[in-house]
């Protein structure tokens, strides 16, 4: 009968850690998501930053000739 019991025990926990991953693997969605639009941001704001740099430089060159 304890064999039994043992038995199910590692079957309970097999299960369990199955389900614990499946909610991990739910979480880690949010996280590959969030990195990847922190990285979009940042390629949007630099190009926004070098847009600007080549306005200025334009206007400069115009301004001098």
Known sequence: MSS???IL???GNYFFNIQQQEEMAGSD???V???TLIIWFGIFFYLMYL???VN???TKIE???
């Open 63 to 65: 301004t001098d000739i």
């Open 9 to 11: 025990n590692v079957f």
């Open 33 to 35: 998501l969030s990195v």
């Open 51 to 53: 847009d600007r740099k």
């Open 56 to 58: 200025n430089l334009k």
């Open 4 to 6: 039994f019991f043992t």
């Open 29 to 31: 969605i949010y996280v």
